[in-house]
């Protein structure tokens, strides 16, 4: 093998460890042992703490606070300690976890201190990977960008004078792969992968964000390009200049799980089990509840809305149920369509899709009232003429100072407002917005096809994609009942002063907002073509059936309505439906709010929610303008009316799905492939954010420095912050608000077409059987027991695939693996 194709091979293998990390404005939340998902939970946690330093498992004090408050039952602590062989007191099992802590701690405040030569490897590395990577925030670019990171590294590397004129570094040969087997000639070639899966986790941060960009070949890769392997011959090269030891230790890949790592996995599984227990209890509750009252008729519903499967979803889906006759339902927010989204005049193109899908089609609005337009283009280009004026006087030198004197008083008065009243100013700001009309005012998506231009995704879509995209909606949903009103709602945040405000966005729409998503189904399934085609898929939508988008802001639970194509026969529909929704907001933020502001639960106290709630989003001194998808622990996937009851606590994923309108389970298996692992990704990135917050999480929102508009330093400089801010994630210092617990999934289906959907899917079993999520099936058809998935294809109880579904199962499951 040659020397090139031996260091690319070892490059693509050693980089599977470290997980993608996505720019901070289009934030996706991923696993970040996403590399490591092959092999055993605690095997996982144990490799990755040799590799990254951090943390597997929740500390000692949060499994003692669970156990005090009860969240970890007690008949399941003892069951998990004995099937593991730990004997003796569950207390003194955690003061033995609070001891090795320690221990683990000050091991790492030594690690901390490494080899100086590895520190100035680092300095100088990073400070022109920001500056490389910078994407439109730097006033001066670095010089040759364009011709990729590693050759415009060779451009300016003579001109640095921290870099040492030494060793290979002194002159870059034109090739990296050259560069790196320079660097590694001292070295065995079976010791090469170690010295690069070293050398990626070193900075994994910034690793991450060049895996992403490498593979996704975004507009910013394609005018700026960097490889791995031009950034691995760059830091070989310094470590050369600086005389690092390359050489790995030869305990490089530790010694695995130890006692320790068995106690807390036990404790983490009686908490997991504590929490699953009850959920799966209610769901089963509930599934023969349905059934005692299945045929009543409950009449055609005012309004029906499908919100994103997001657990902020479920406290105002629950809300909005108890206010009307509407029903709500939950449905992967980027709505089933595949797609690349252009705003009206913006200059790029942003994924609206998650990042395991493939964008298949681009998007872009197109304006439909050429006087909204004139408008809004007038009103626009004041603003940004007046914006170009005030950065050109803030950054010229010659006008930089005389600029400060005279507006500094001015600035002064802003600063005030902001701090002390930033209610008002926000309230001040979203006047000057609602002043430019929004793209839904005078645009509609371009749903229909047209020419792309070279290399481009295809526009728009054609009748059957069309077709399609909505038939699969509503087949997914389990739907065969249309209300006068459908509502695809799409969701975003609104905060303030925060860089990791895409955080807070629909991840099914790759850290964007979902209202352009949820806009396009809406003019899909109005498009009379569709409806057409849809009767031909047993759809029978109605004539007086009228579909809709809306998006709502998670930060205040308010839902705008993007009512503009409803027609006048409709108009009473509407204003109900819109006072209803003010209403379910009041009471929704109220709930939300309450714990924290002292507001109650009655219409007063709904007032006084809401107003907290868009002073948090107004307020830029905020860290903590609401919890995301703190709490998530949870996915459930079944019928609408099996989650209308029941009050979740915004914890749980809720998809929709009717197991009787799925006879092949098409519909099943398209949720647990795609949907089901998003979840996971979410779920492991709030896991570990929490047990590890510096590691794998991003610190304190106080000390962040935002770079190049990619990421956040602590400080400044060093590794991007891969994860989510500590105030996203704990109430107080030391006291989680994020029960960090691996997903439990429950689904209400007969458990053997479960079981035929898993036998297809070795990627699933494995995320399974290595127990980074859990599986529970509620089955109808079989009295609505509960079916653990437990290893290998194999559950308990076990149950007899041909046998009679109303008998006891005494046969366990036999499938081929």
Not at 52 to 71: I, L, M, N, Q, S
Not at 84 to 106: I, Q
Not at 380 to 388: D, K, P
Request: one cysteine or more; a negative charge; hydrophobic letters at 40%.
């Amino acid at each position: 093998m040659s020397t090139e194709r031996a260091v690319r091979d070892r490059i693509d293998d050693a980089a599977s460890t470290v997980g993608s990390v996505w720019p901070i404005h289009s934030f996706v939340t991923a696993n970040p042992l996403s590399g490591f998902e092959d092999v055993p939970f605690i095997e996982a946690v144990s490799r990755a703490s040799d590799r990254f330093g951090g943390r597997g498992y929740p500390r000692a004090e949060t499994f003692r606070a669970a156990v005090a408050d009860g969240r970890i039952d007690r008949e399941s602590l003892d069951a998990e300690l004995t099937a593991r062989g730990l004997d003796g007191d569950p207390e003194a099992l955690l003061d033995r976890l609070e001891a090795a802590d320690a221990t683990a701690r000050e091991s790492a405040a030594d690690a901390a201190s490494g080899p100086r030569g590895v520190e100035r490897v680092d300095r100088v590395l990073t400070k022109w990977l920001s500056a490389f990577l910078d994407e439109g925030r730097a006033g001066w670019s670095m010089p040759n960008r364009e011709a990729g990171f590693y050759d415009a590294f060779r451009s300016v590397a003579a001109h640095d004078d921290r870099i040492p004129e030494a060793g290979v570094v002194a002159d870059l040969p034109a090739s990296p792969v050259e560069a790196i087997g320079s660097v590694l000639r001292p070295y065995p070639e079976g010791r090469w992968r170690a010295i690069f899966e070293r050398e990626f986790a070193a900075l994994p941060g910034w690793t991450g964000l060049i895996k992403r960009r490498a593979a996704d070949g975004d507009a910013w890769q394609s005018a700026y390009p960097i490889t791995l392997e031009g950034y691995l011959a760059v830091r070989l090269a310094l470590a050369d200049a600086f005389d690092v030891d390359l050489a790995p230790p030869a305990d490089e890949d530790g010694s695995g799980p130890d006692a320790t790592d068995e106690i807390a996995d036990a404790f983490l599984s009686a908490w997991e089990a504590s929490y699953r227990a009850e959920l799966v209890d209610r769901v089963a509750a509930e599934s023969e509840a349905e059934a005692a009252t299945d045929g009543d008729e409950s009449g055609r519903p005012d309004a029906q809305l499908v919100f994103c499967i997001d657990t902020r979803s479920e406290v105002i889906r629950r809300h909005v149920e108890t206010v009307g006759a509407y029903e709500t339902h939950g449905y992967a927010g980027f709505f089933g369509v595949p797609m690349e989204y252009r705003g009206y005049d913006s200059e790029v193109t942003v994924d609206a899709c998650p990042p395991i899908v493939e964008a298949r089609h681009r998007i872009s609005e197109v304006p439909t009232d050429d006087e909204t337009r004139a408008e809004r283009d007038r009103r626009a280009g004041l603003r940004e003429a007046a914006g170009e004026v005030i950065e050109t006087l803030k950054s010229n030198p010659a006008t930089a100072f005389s600029f400060v004197e005279a507006a500094g008083g001015g600035y002064g008065l802003a600063l005030a407002a902001r701090t002390l009243v930033p209610d008002r100013v926000a309230g001040l700001l979203d006047a000057a917005d609602d002043a430019v009309p929004d793209d839904h005012e005078f645009c509609a998506p371009g749903i229909r096809a047209r020419d792309a231009s070279a290399g481009e995704l295809p526009a728009g879509l054609t009748r059957e994609e069309r077709v399609e995209y909505a038939a699969t909606a509503f087949e997914l949903m389990g739907w065969d009942e249309f209300a006068r009103l459908v509502v695809f709602t799409g969701h975003a945040a609104e905060t303030a002063n925060n860089p990791y405000d895409s955080s807070l966005d629909c991840g099914a729409c790759a850290g964007n907002p979902g209202g352009p998503n949820a806009r396009v189904l809406a003019a899909v399934c109005n498009d009379p073509e569709v409806r057409a085609g849809l009767r031909d898929r047993g759809f029978d939508v109605p004539e007086d059936t009228v579909f809709l988008a809306a998006e709502h802001n998670t930060t205040t639970d308010e839902i705008e309505l993007y009512d503009d194509g409803v027609p006048d026969s409709h108009a009473d529909d509407l204003d109900r439906l819109r006072a209803d929704l003010d209403t379910a907001r009041e009471n929704a933020a109220a709930e939300r709010i309450g714990s924290t502001s002292g507001a109650g639960s009655t219409a007063a106290g709904g007032s006084v929610g809401a107003r907290e709630a868009e002073r948090r989003a107004g307020d830029w001194a905020e860290t903590r303008p609401e919890w995301g998808l703190a709490g998530n622990a949870g996915f459930v996937v079944g019928p609408q009316d099996l989650t209308s009851g029941l009050d979740l606590d915004g914890r749980a994923f809720l998809h929709s799905y009717d197991w009787s309108t799925d006879p092949e389970g098409d519909a099943l298996e398209a949720i647990l492939a795609g949907p089901m692992v998003v979840t996971q990704w979410i779920n492991a990135q709030y896991y570990f954010s929490t047990v590890d917050n510096a590691v794998y999480g991003s610190g304190s929102k106080v000390t962040h420095n935002p770079v190049g508009n990619v990421g956040v330093y602590q400080g400044n400089g060093g590794d991007l912050m891969t994860g989510l801010p500590l105030q996203s994630l704990a109430a107080a210092d030391g006291e989680p608000y994020h029960q960090p617990l691996r997903l439990s999934t429950v689904v209400h289906a007969p458990v053997d077409r479960v079981a035929e959907v898993l036998a297809d899917h070795a990627e699933l079993v494995r995320l399974l059987d290595n127990d980074w999520l859990s599986l529970t099936v509620v089955d109808p058809t079989r009295d609505h027991r509960a079916f653990r998935y437990e290893e290998g294809l194999e559950w308990t109880p076990p149950f007899d695939r041909a046998g009679d579904r109303e008998t006891t199962p005494t046969v366990p499951v036999a499938e081929d693996d």
